[in-house]
């Protein structure tokens, strides 16, 4: 079973930049893709960004790609997702994504994920 937690949502205001963190505990770091989804109000929940196991490859929505950059680093266990130029349109709750081990690249899909944490909120003002 892996816990996945997320950090440093906020308050910004259009043109910032954030960070947020997701620290993945149980399991095996290294043999699973991880990936960011959002969930702005009244939507559904979309694909942001996805990094494999080693970070070697990446993948990004149309929306975020040239502005936000996904990597890990496995030696912490440790996602994140550098936001730069931020639109209002990016306000919604962040959610970090976990695969299950094995399964080595990410998915833009979120039914392949079978972990994931309590939401971090993003919210960008005009």
């Known amino acids: 079973q892996v816990q996945v937690v997320e950090s440093g949502g906020g308050l910004v205001q259009a043109g910032d930049s954030l960070r947020l963190s997701c620290v993945a505990s149980?399991?095996?770091?290294?043999?699973?893709?991880m990936s960011w989804f959002r969930q702005a109000p009244g939507k559904e929940r979309e694909f942001v960004a996805a990094?494999?196991?080693?970070?070697?490859?990446?993948d990004y929505a149309d929306v975020v790609k040239g502005r936000f950059t996904i990597s890990r680093d496995n030696a912490k266990n440790t996602v994140y997702l550098q936001m730069n130029s931020l639109k209002p349109e990016d306000t919604a709750v962040y959610y970090c994504?976990?695969?299950?081990?094995?399964?080595?690249?990410?998915?833009?899909?979120?039914?392949?994920?079978?972990?994931w944490g309590q939401g971090t909120q993003v919210t960008v003002s005009s």
């Open positions: 994504a976990a695969r299950s081990s094995g399964n080595y690249y990410g998915s833009t899909r979120v039914w392949d994920y079978p972990y």
């Open positions: 149980g399991g095996t770091f290294a043999t699973y893709a």
């Open positions: 990094v494999s196991w080693s970070g070697g490859t990446t």
